[in-house]
């Protein structure tokens, strides 16, 4: 289930994906087993490759493609989450303006989720790196990576004082500030049930602060 609603009085808007059939919520990372992708470093030496994790006693009783799914869109979901907070986090530290912050967190975030994020970035790349092994213990190689039908979303808005939507000329006219409404999504995650396939999409976004 994805929720997108905003504040009424300032227009703040915030975006979740709840997960009703675990019956629980990816606020924060509880554990580590949704996040490892089974299929990660299978081209590396033998010592890189992963195990497939065991299905959690919640999953184990629905039908294991249903249960692997879930699993799937929980990793998917915790990976977005975290990337998105990161990356906004230093566009807006090394950007002055918002239009080129915005493009640097949609490249960055598809470089991310796809698994081509490149060293030559060494701050941007250790920094994540770092993030990721701090809260899971697991390199980027091991996390969980968009298949090649799965599309990934980059919404950006801008924001006055009063969360009405304002081109990049007003915030210029603004002195460059400015809040920022970014939501993340894949689409098209694969699902089969009873023979039957369709696409899952994972989404989440914040308002954050631009200052130059």
């Known amino acids: 289930c994805i929720v997108e609603s905003s504040e ?3 227009g703040l808007r ?3 994906t709840y997960f009703m059939q675990r019956g629980k919520s990816h606020t924060l990372l509880s554990e580590i087993e949704p ?3 089974d299929k990660a470093g299978s081209s590396g030496s033998s010592s890189n490759k992963l195990k497939p994790a065991p299905l959690t006693a919640s999953a184990a009783s629905v039908p294991t493609d249903i249960a692997d799914t879930v699993r799937r869109l929980e990793a998917i979901y915790i990976k977005l989450w975290f990337t998105l907070r990161y990356t906004v986090k230093y566009a807006f ?3 002055r303006d918002v239009l080129e912050a915005g493009t640097f967190i949609q490249m960055k975030m598809d470089e991310v989720m796809s698994g081509e994020l490149s060293e030559e970035n060494s701050f941007f790349f250790n920094g994540l790196q770092a993030l990721y092994a701090s809260a899971a ?7 969980v990576l968009m298949q090649p039908l799965e599309q990934l979303q980059v919404h950006m808005d801008c924001l006055n004082a009063l969360g009405e939507v304002v081109s990049v000329d007003d915030v210029a006219d603004m002195g460059g ?3 920022t409404y970014i939501r993340v999504a894949v689409y098209g995650i694969p699902m089969r049930y009873s023979g039957k396939k369709s696409g899952c999409t994972v989404a989440g976004g914040d308002t954050f602060l631009f200052t130059p």
């Open 35 to 37: 996040l490892v992708d």
């Open 177 to 179: 500030t400015c809040w």
């Open 14 to 16: 915030w975006c979740r």
């Open 93 to 95: 530290a090394v950007h």
């Open 8 to 10: 009424p009085s300032i």
């Open 137 to 143: 213990g697991l390199s980027l190689a091991e996390v």
